[in-house]
């Protein structure tokens, strides 16, 4: 999923967690791919006729009309999605003295595996929650003989896992140690600590099936040699070896920056290379760009939107307000995360920024 797929996914979710059911009258059916689409209005069917034994009558009224307009709505579709289909129906209405039953619908951007029927006071959207969330992630290791940061790089997110220091004392020696003596000291701490985070990258990546590979920085040589110390299977998902001088939660980000060739198709790498050119383009030909609301929708209006990009972080209004008037333009429409460095730049310009097919003044 890209971003915009995914804030779709999220907004469907968000309104689905907004209802709460008097008792358990809100009804969620999830239909696998692949899986008959008829067997699941039988299914429906069948217990449109056990929910006639509910003791409360608008609850019992409320599931038996919720499941009729399910079926409804499953006889639509002459077969079952490619990804399958989440299907939801229930009273809507705010307020007690009216009943409002409608039906929402999606299908998942992941193939469903899973068939489930519920009746409960909220919707059950824990299966399309998960969708939403980043699988596929990097391993990091930022490393010197003094000190390591071990991270992940979770779709546009870096995250810290472990961070440790060394007991390798310094490279000035203590009076009265001879410079073999000291220098043997040196070298029998720098290999215990690179057995040390050996073992935190074992805990940290090993068994993990969604780590796509690992980047490790370091300064000079040092990375090199403790390299050496790794077990294999963590050897085997090496993808770069950068020269990284910081070693701490900073380092972290300088890696994954110094790593774009490696992260070329990687959602991080693509925003960020997004939100530079609009920056760049603010820096040297201001006119060419726009930024905050009414800057943008004005330039959207007059049809001088090349492409427009605007922050995760906006409220839905606004974002649909804007991907309408893109698609009426023709403009490249981005929603980027607020996870990376350029990200919070943009948010705090507003969180909406154009890049210009010609300047407005």
């Known amino acids: 999923m890209n971003t915009k797929e995914k804030q779709k996914l999220r907004r469907f979710i968000r309104e689905l967690k907004s209802f709460r059911g008097r008792h358990t009258e809100l009804v969620s059916v999830y239909v696998p791919a692949d899986y008959d689409l008829i067997k699941i209005i039988q299914h429906l069917q069948q217990e449109q006729g056990t929910a006639s034994n509910i003791k409360d009558a608008r609850t019992r009224g409320n599931v038996i009309d919720s499941l009729e307009k399910l079926i409804r709505h499953l006889r639509l579709f002459k077969r079952t999605p490619p990804n399958g289909l989440a299907v939801f129906a229930g009273n809507a209405s705010e307020t007690d003295s009216k009943i409002d039953i409608k039906v929402w619908s999606i299908e998942p951007p992941e193939p469903l595996k899973t068939r489930l029927y519920r009746c409960d006071q909220t919707f059950m959207t824990d299966l399309l929650e998960d969708m939403t969330e980043v699988k596929e992630s990097y391993g990091l290791i930022v490393m010197d003989k003094r000190e390591a940061t071990l991270g992940l790089l979770q779709g546009t997110l870096v995250k810290k896992l472990t961070h440790m220091t060394s007991g390798v004392p310094g490279k000035i020696r203590a009076g009265g140690q001879s410079a073999a003596?000291?220098?043997?000291?040196?070298?029998?701490?720098?290999?215990?600590?690179?057995?040390?985070?050996?073992?935190?990258?074992n805990k940290e990546f090993l068994g993990k099936k969604d780590l796509k590979g690992i980047i490790i920085g370091g300064p000079g040589p040092t990375k090199e040699e403790f390299m050496e110390y790794l077990n294999n299977e963590i050897k085997k998902r090496i993808i770069a070896v950068k020269d990284v001088t910081y070693t701490d939660e900073f380092g972290l980000k300088y890696l994954v920056e110094v790593s774009q060739d490696t992260l070329a198709k990687e959602a991080i790498a693509e925003e960020r290379k997004l939100l530079l050119e609009f920056f760049e383009m603010l820096s040297k030909y201001p006119k060419k760009t726009a930024y905050g609301y009414g800057n943008v929708k004005k330039a959207l209006e007059y049809g001088a939107v090349e492409k427009l990009i605007l922050c995760e972080s906006l409220d839905d209004k606004m974002i649909d307000e804007f991907?309408?008037?893109?698609?009426?333009?023709?403009?490249?429409?981005?929603?980027?995360?607020?996870?990376?460095?350029?990200?919070?730049?943009l948010r705090d310009l507003g969180g909406v920024g154009a890049i210009l097919r010609y300047s407005l003044s």
């Open 181 to 201: 003596r000291f220098s043997r000291l040196r070298e029998g701490a720098a290999k215990e600590f690179y057995k040390r985070i050996s073992e935190a990258a």
């Open 323 to 345: 991907e309408a008037l893109a698609e009426g333009t023709n403009s490249e429409f981005h929603i980027v995360s607020v996870d990376t460095e350029e990200g919070r730049q």
